[in-house]
């Protein structure tokens, strides 16, 4: 999963049980957190992602080991900071923006991805679960939906009775020493914190006016990304990814 997953998020940047009749009814677009079982849970990250609400998106994962707070601020920073950046850039540039968005970020992706949540079904095992999202004939590509994961379920573990996504399962991090292999100079968490970072510094541009046009995002993006392929290449990771 991680490989497909993240060699998509390196083409992005290169590019600019409960069964299935068993339907949630859609929750307001406001603040919440459910994590009652797999599906509930699932509709609160999406929900915290929409809202732009870190702190609620990383709520809604559990991660074995302990100081690994860092890698959910990346692993779940990562979609939320997209969002925001989609958010800004369409509010500052209007249709000229939508060139700059990543599509299965978007409101309408998440919206969609709810959709095919509430259809869903889950299979649950003791303290693990797997949700197996109903996804539909052309989502991913022509549809966007957020988190298109095709052949795999998302993976939940129960914790003082609540469901969380399973960040160990999620990642493939199991050894005790998650945090050195995920920020490995040449592995997938620190290109997705670079990644994050250059969205983070272009949002603050934005909203500080110090990139004030379609043409200038651009050449401020560009030169940033390629800043980073530089910096890789230099390590020999473009070739030899870890992950």
């Not at 998020?9 to 929750?27: E, F, H, R, Y």
Request: with cysteine; charged share 30%; aromatic share 10%.
């Amino acid at each position: 999963m991680m490989k497909k997953f993240f060699l998509l998020t390196l083409c992005m940047m290169l590019a600019v049980s409960l069964n299935k009749n068993d339907k949630i009814q859609a929750m307001p677009s406001k603040r919440l957190a459910d994590f009652s079982n797999p599906k509930r849970t699932y509709l609160t990250y999406l929900y915290a992602v929409k809202q732009n609400d870190l702190e609620l998106a990383k709520q809604c994962w559990i991660f074995s080991e302990e100081n690994t707070d860092s890698i959910l601020d990346v692993l779940v920073g990562t979609w939320v900071t997209h969002h925001y950046f989609n958010e800004i850039v369409v509010s500052k540039f209007h249709e000229k923006g939508k060139q700059f968005i990543r599509g299965d970020c978007t409101d309408t992706a998440i919206d969609r991805t709810i959709e095919r949540v509430e259809d869903s079904s889950t299979t649950i095992s003791g303290n693990r679960a797997e949700l197996m999202i109903a996804w539909q004939k052309g989502d991913g590509f022509p549809v966007e939906v957020f988190h298109y994961t095709p052949d795999e379920p998302i993976i939940f573990r129960k914790v003082n009775d609540k469901w969380k996504i399973d960040a160990n399962e999620m990642t493939g991090l199991k050894d005790g020493s998650s945090e050195a292999i995920f920020f490995d100079p040449c592995g997938i968490g620190a290109l997705m914190r670079s990644e994050k970072n250059i969205l983070e510094e272009l949002i603050q541009e934005l909203k500080e006016d110090r990139i004030t046009t379609p043409e200038a995002l651009e050449k401020a993006w560009k030169h940033k990304v390629n800043e980073l392929m530089k910096m890789k290449q230099s390590l020999d990771c473009i070739e030899k990814p870890h992950l």
